[in-house]
């Protein structure tokens, strides 16, 4: 290959609905995007070749399972050097409770968000920050009580301004 990889509304809409239902059959995803099966299989492979999809999950209903807490916290670093910003992303990494990290702009460092058992582990949990000596000069921790609205697949038509004029993406170095 010559390291370009060319993608079309069609390979779009196949990513757009295996994000939402990647056990979709690849017969019932050749229909919805209006291919025969064949072709559609191809572009798949295709699509999974370069890296595009990187794998296929399953959305367990936690709630129906235990219950937990999802809590959100501003992170304001001691230091601002580049060694400080790689000691904390290196030992946050290891925390099995963080499901994000987001360095971000504004009046603190990072936004995390943990989901724990209670709101007492997830103090044990930044305690166990603290303790490691990750640069963290302080914290604001909100917890959620309720999330009105999750989304576990990303608007790609939008994202690439689809809907507006019908073009390639052209990907290179896959």
Excluded at 128 to 146: H, P, Q
């Amino acid at each position: 290959m010559n390291g370009l990889l060319k993608l079309d509304r069609l390979d779009i809409s196949i990513l757009s609905h295996l994000q939402k239902d990647g056990r979709i059959s690849n017969v019932n995803l050749a229909d919805a995007v209006g291919l025969s099966p064949s072709p559609c299989l191809q572009r798949v492979k295709r699509l999974e070749a370069a890296g595009l999809i990187i794998g296929y999950e399953a959305h367990i209903n936690l709630v129906k399972l235990t219950d937990y807490v999802n809590v959100f916290t501003e992170v304001t670093l001691t230091g601002h050097r580049r060694e400080d910003f790689q000691r904390f992303e290196q030992g946050i990494k290891k925390v099995d409770e963080l499901m994000e990290c987001h360095l971000i702009t504004g009046g603190y460092d990072y936004l995390l968000r943990f989901m724990t058992r209670t709101i007492e582990h997830y103090q044990e949990v930044i305690e166990g920050l603290l303790d490691a000596s990750l640069g963290i000069d302080k914290y604001f921790s909100y917890i959620v009580i309720k999330s009105p609205v999750i989304k576990n697949s990303v608007p790609l038509k939008s994202l690439l301004d689809w809907g507006h004029r019908d073009r390639d993406v052209v990907l290179s170095n896959y």
